[in-house]
């Protein structure tokens, strides 16, 4: 099992900065949008769909098992998150679980679709015909990764990071 963290680990890392590239990438193509309009009056075409359809999806999904990993995500407790006992055990798995049941089921359901629209080729018209399959493959990639971090932590005890 330490080999399958250590490799699962080592593919959040390049996911992660995958997403960070997606977002750099964004800051530089809107800013460069918004120069080039402002002093040359050329805007650039292909920014909005870019943008909407292939980077933002991956800075959203591609650093979430990253950022589960290293606590660093948002959440809504109405338990603390270390109680005692077997209780407290109990109820740490049955978020883990939980966790593990809804992004299995976005990962399946984003593949299904991504996975349709690969076969049929779906595009989507604009300043470039954009191939849509690619676009929502991002989507399962980042939210499969985070089962498998779920499903590790479920079954490896480790203890909570520090924030």
């Known amino acids: ?9 080592k593919i959040e890392d390049i996911l992660h900065f995958a997403g960070c590239l997606a977002l750099i990438a964004v800051a530089v193509i809107i800013n460069g949008d918004i120069l080039l309009r402002l002093f040359f009056n050329r805007p650039v075409q292909i920014q909005f769909e870019l943008t909407a359809l292939y980077l933002m999806p991956a800075l959203a999904t591609l650093s979430l098992s990253y950022v589960f990993r290293d606590g660093g995500h948002l959440a809504l407790d109405f338990l603390p998150n270390n109680l005692p006992g077997r209780m407290g055990w109990l109820i740490a798995k049955a978020r883990l679980l939980l966790s593990t049941a809804f992004f299995g089921a976005v990962t399946y359901m984003s593949g299904k679709f991504a996975l349709k629209a690969l076969m049929h080729g779906d595009v989507q018209y604009g300043a470039v015909d954009w191939p849509l399959g ?23 005890h480790r203890p909570e990071p520090q924030r």
Not at 1 to 9: K, P, V, W, Y
Not at 143 to 148: D, N
């Open 1 to 9: 099992m330490q080999i399958f963290g250590r490799l699962l680990s």
């Open 134 to 156: 690619y676009a929502y493959a991002v989507i399962p990639l980042g939210c499969g990764v985070l089962v498998l971090r779920l499903i590790h932590d479920t079954l490896v």
